[in-house]
């Protein structure tokens, strides 16, 4: 089997999504919070597409940075 990677770009995000819910039976709702809030950097992100022209993974890089929550997650830690 052969394949070729393709540089992913925002018109990717629907198929992260669906990705990411079957391959790792993540919840949905949950993925697409990620897609859309978690800083995907599409340019560096890729997928391997076999010969037929069926995705057969991915490869997807983000920018995101925990500091981001660094404020919501001591509330949370010390609301308990």
């Not at 394949?3 to 949950?30: C, I, K, S």
């Not at 697409?32 to 995705?55: C, I, T």
Request: charge should be negative.
């Amino acid at each position: 089997m052969s394949y070729a990677l393709h540089r992913m770009t925002p018109d990717d995000a629907p198929l992260t999504v669906e990705w990411m819910v079957r391959q790792y039976g993540f919840d949905r709702t949950e993925v697409e919070a990620w897609v859309r809030d978690l800083h995907f950097n599409w340019p560096l992100s890729v997928k391997a597409v076999d010969d037929k022209g069926d995705v057969i993974g991915l490869l997807n890089m983000s920018d995101y940075r925990i500091e981001e929550e660094t404020a919501q997650i001591v509330r949370k830690a010390f609301s308990c």
